[in-house]
């Protein structure tokens, strides 16, 4: 594996292995995310590829019967330590879904302050606040007259931009996205994938896809899951051009999946 | 068409309007008791209504209901204000930890207590309230009327809580929000609509009931001085006017009847209101 990427990196999955009840998701997965890259991570349906990422930010115990071994590291401390509240390393640690999520009952502007809330804080200027936030997420100029519109009556796309900033209103380290664009037409992909591109100035993000046209357009570092493992963990540029596993070769040259 | 399909297409048009004429025939029979009882009451009730009936308390001839109408009102905020909330919560946490032993059997009992004759829980309320405070009062009248609204609310929060979408409970998890405030502040409020309509029924279904307040809030032929003494409510002093042989009192409990069923048509139809206000999204 790569020495620089291990050296530099944010998050570090430390032989991590997931199950739900008997059945095992995750093997015991090894794998750095590089601080400021954008990480994707591919594989075919069932792969643990979600799984996964919802093990770095502590969703995958919220499932009734789920369950992890090994560690996953954040800044070199365990997220799964005795004392840590995983309340705070998901704070740390955002996530954006795979079908856009705002809360129906919350306007635009409550869906982006809705973290905030949540944990009982109201920014000093929330319309500044809100401004920013959904100009990171490159939302303000299609919805800055529809403030005060519900969140579910925003285009899908706009949605999971406004699900986007709501994640990063909490101003979090690193950002999990899994699937963000399975659900959206071409432009909104394109929309997502520019803005994916622009947030590695300030976050670590992992995104899961099973498009390996969107991980070669999007990602600094590729790491390829099969039945649970992982197979395969390089630069993009090399996964997609000389990768060095078969069945790599096999998946990203369309054989299977 | 050839013969055999036209005949057999005509058999099955006939079976088929047969079919809605019984049906309709059903519809009819089943409406005619409220129908029935409605025209009834409207017709005696109106008779009897009249401006005394709404200011004079109870008495002799021209007097009217307005300590019963008093005591009912009071007896039903002052229920709803402890069921309704006790309700809430409970039904919120049946959802949220819908699969754990102690939820099971909470909605096991809640259904059990829901079906459980109304008298008996004006006799254990008598029990424990009345004969605990050694005065009939309109607190333990409320108490009972709270008891019988109490698992209505909670089922019905229970079923519109976990009809709520587990992706708006992982979108606030994954915010950091804690397990108490994705309840409270994202599920309950995506289900508020319906828990509204739910409440109100469980309001309009205690504003008729009577047989918990024979022992709890008994009867007051005054206006109560607190909340602490015997209180009338229109439901028992119609039971207690319709008990007499006197003409003038049976009208007057004709009119209680009116003005009970027209409360709790009108919170029916907001109740129904309430329910199809679409959350958008």
Redesign the interface.
Known sequence: MLESAEASAKMRADKLSAWFGDKQALRSISLPLVERKVTAVIGPSGCGKSTFIRCL?R?HE?V?GARTAGDVLLDGKSVYGADVDP??V??RV??V?Q?P?????MSVRDNVL??L????ITPPDPDAFVEEVLGQAALWDEVKDALDR????LSGGQQQRL?IA??LA?EPEVVLMDEPCSSLDPVATAKIEELIHDLRERYTIVVVTHSMQQAARVSDYTAFFYLGELVEYDLADVIFTKPSDPRTEDYITGRFG | MTPELESAYSGRKLASRFATGASSVAVVLALLPLVAVFAYVVSRGARAISIPFFVEPIGERGAGMANAIVGTIQLVFLASAMGIPLGIMAGLYLAEYK?TRLARAVRFSADVLAGVPSILVGVVVYAVVVVWMKQFSAFAGAAALAIVMLPLVARTTDELARAV?D??R?????????RW??AL??VL??A?PGIRSGCLLAVARVCGETAPLLFTAYNNRFYNDSLLDPTSTLQVQIFTYTMTPNDDWHAQAWAAALVLVAIVIVLGVVARRLLDEK???
Do not use: Q, Y
Request: one cysteine or more; hydrophobic letters at 45%; proline letters at 9%.
């Open positions: 930010n969703m919220v009734a309340v705070r998901r704070r955002g996530m879904f079908k999520n705002p809360f129906p009952t809705a973290g809330r949540l944990s009982g519900p969140g579910g009556a699900c709501r994640c909490l | 699969a979408p992706s708006l992982e979108a606030a998890l994954a915010l950091g929000a804690s405030r994705t502040f994202v409020r995506t508020a959350v958008p999204g």
